[in-house]
């Protein structure tokens, strides 16, 4: 009688079949290249839009609704970031022309002195000597811009202008990306409930939910309230008749992305306003842009961020920060995700040795 042959899952095969999975993840990742920033955007977007899909899906059940649900979303996507940013940027690169054209104006003739200068009560020689020696002049203002090297920021416009095409292929992917996750969201959220099951047991549920709570409030705490914050303060400058409001208004929101940046934007608008305007217009904006910033990075952000996963804005900070230097753009998300799922860990292995103390020594 012929045995029959049942292999068993020993430790060798289990360290096998782990090694092979790492092997095989790493490989496929590294063959997506470029691509990978879509599938991980693209994850994100599906976490961030997942609540928006089973809404609809009470509302309304179209026929193929697994497939015209996603595609409603996905072009909905489209439309809220491709339109405003093609107005946006026409009109920005108006106002970058003039700008530019203000900045070569100023290198050729000088920048005259403004109104207030001499109505400022202490200093006023000293002032107004500085600024004929270093702005009036155009040698002086030669002379001050090639102490600021103005080479670099034109060098990474340039990048930034070659970047553009390859931005809008990766945004294209990402919306492809988007469309199948959510077209397959039950099955995928199924074998990954699975997969956290039989790697972690219960807590698998928890370390999913907050990935999930990282990822929202990340959305909702930086790009949602950034956004906010430069419309709001977008506002202040075009009632302050800053030049160029538009363009500020754009550089602050993206600013206002990350915690205490968008303070910088705001002093470069208050000194343009007030090379280029007056001195209450420049120190109401000032007031106004702080106020707004102080409210959101201290009060709205940790609430939206933090508050969703239990997490110390502090870890929160962080994990902002370091993302964005190790990780660019996408480190707006996998770093609160890494602090989140760090923190998480602390507690788990916290609460395992205050188990472990507790338990009855036997005799």
């Not at 107005?87 to 203000?102: H, L, N, P, T």
């Not at 030669?142 to 340039?158: E, F, S, W």
């Not at 230097?325 to 996408?330: D, I, M, P, S």
């Amino acid at each position: 009688m012929r045995r029959s042959f049942r292999p068993g899952r020993g430790p060798f095969q289990f360290w096998a079949q782990g090694v092979l999975v790492a092997v095989v993840a790493a490989l496929a990742l590294y063959t997506l290249g470029r691509f990978r920033v879509s599938l991980v955007w693209g994850g994100v977007l599906a976490i961030v839009c997942w609540p928006l899909l089973g809404w609809l899906q009470r509302k309304w059940s179209p026929r193929h609704a697994d497939i015209v649900l996603p595609a409603i979303i996905v072009l909905g996507i489209a439309l809220i970031f491709g339109v405003p940013t093609m107005v946006i940027g026409g009109i920005a690169a108006s106002q970058a022309r003039d700008a530019a054209a203000w900045v070569r104006d100023i290198h050729e003739h000088g920048l005259p002195e403004p109104a207030w200068l001499s109505s400022v009560p202490w200093g006023r020689a000293q002032l107004e000597h500085w600024w004929q020696a270093n702005l009036a002049d155009p040698a002086g203002v030669q002379q001050l811009l090639h102490r600021l090297h103005p080479g670099q920021p034109l060098r990474t416009i340039d990048h930034v202008g070659q970047g553009v095409a390859n931005t809008l292929v990766l945004f294209g992917f990402t919306l492809l990306v988007l469309f199948f996750f959510l077209k397959a969201g039950p099955t995928v959220v199924r074998h990954m409930n699975v997969v956290l099951w039989r790697l972690f047991g219960p807590r698998g549920e928890l370390l999913r939910s907050q990935v999930v709570g990282a990822v929202r409030g990340a959305m909702a705490g930086l790009v949602l309230v950034g956004l906010g914050e430069g419309a709001l303060i977008t506002v202040a400058y075009i009632i302050a008749g800053a030049p160029q409001a538009l363009l500020l208004g754009v550089f602050t929101a993206l600013m206002s992305m990350i915690p205490m940046l968008g303070g910088l934007a705001v002093a470069l608008a208050v000194v343009v306003i007030l090379v280029k305007g007056t001195v209450g217009a420049a120190v109401g904006v000032g007031v106004f842009g702080m106020i707004v910033l102080f409210l959101a990075d201290h009060f709205i952000r940790p609430v939206l961020i933090g508050g969703s996963i239990r997490l110390p804005f502090v870890w929160v900070l962080l994990g902002i920060l370091g993302g964005l230097e190790g990780w660019g753009l996408l480190g707006l998300f996998i770093g609160p995700v890494l602090m989140a799922l760090a923190h998480l860990m602390w507690r788990f292995g916290s609460m395992s040795a205050a188990g472990a103390h507790a338990l009855p020594v036997e005799k």
